[in-house]
């Protein structure tokens, strides 16, 4: 199993741009999820999903966009790139029942500036 | 909504010396709770988490937390500290009632010291 991946690991974008995070996991997990992690706050929830079709926001929710057509991807859109989202984004992956519910597995991350 | 308190955002310890990262949480009913580690450019890896089935918990690296409900507590253990031990550690809480939410503490930076 590949895990989380995530693309790209760098990326620099002009203020105004927009562009796509790409997430994908191979372990079936129904909920995947979006975090951006900022010095010394920790990692904040901006969108997640519990399945295919179904997704919701989180506590940073505003300039990003998701859908998730199928288990296996979640993207992340920039709809017109801020520095204030510069940031280490983090996609992570689990399953919402069993044993290791909760349990969550997360990708590289991507590192994105934004000028 | 959730909410977990990291007290100590650095914490420096000897190596073999005991390590201890503190976690509280905000909820009148035991959540999920979990450990995870961040070593440097890396993303997180999950430690241990409890989930009622045991007060102490056991994770990987030798690491343990203690659930205590009279403090809302959950911290983490390890008796002898190793410098791979070094890493940025994160307590994170879910409600058992949606459990499609979960929230992370602000890390505590650990520094080995050899």
Redesign the interface.
């Known amino acids: 199993n590949a895990g ?1 991946t995530q693309t790209p690991k760098f990326q620099v974008l002009k203020t105004g741009q927009s562009m796509t995070l790409q997430c994908a996991q191979d372990m079936n997990h129904e ?1 995947m ?1 979006w ?1 951006r992690q900022d010095p ?6 901006i969108h ?1 999903s ?1 399945g295919a079709g179904i997704t ?1 926001q ?1 506590e940073v929710p505003n300039g990003y966009n998701v859908s998730r057509s199928t288990t296996e991807d979640f993207p992340l859109r920039l709809l017109s790139a801020a520095p204030s989202q510069t940031s280490v984004y ?1 996609c ?1 992956s689990t399953t ?1 029942r069993g044993r290791d ?9 991507t590192r994105l500036t934004v000028t | 909504a959730q909410s977990v308190t990291q007290l100590g ?1 650095h914490v420096s310890v000897s190596e073999g010396a005991l390590v201890l990262l503190r976690c509280n949480y905000s909820s009148s009913v035991p959540p ?1 709770l ?1 450990w ?1 580690v961040q070593y440097p ?6 430690l241990l ?1 409890y ?1 009622s089935a045991a007060t102490l918990v056991k994770g990987i690296n030798g690491f343990e937390a203690e659930f205590k409900k009279s403090e809302t507590s959950f911290h983490l253990t390890k008796p002898s500290a190793h410098m791979s031990d070094a890493a940025e550690y ?1 307590c ?1 809480v ?1 409600d058992t009632n949606t ?9 505590t930076s650990l520094t080995v010291i050899p």
């Open positions: 989380v909920y999820s975090y010394g706050m920790g990692l904040r929830l997640y519990v919701d989180g983090f992570a919402l519910l909760g349990e969550q597995y997360f990708g590289p991350g | 955002s999920y979990f995870y450019n890396q993303g997180l890896q999950l988490k989930t994160f994170a879910s459990g499609n939410q979960f929230y992370f503490g602000t890390g």
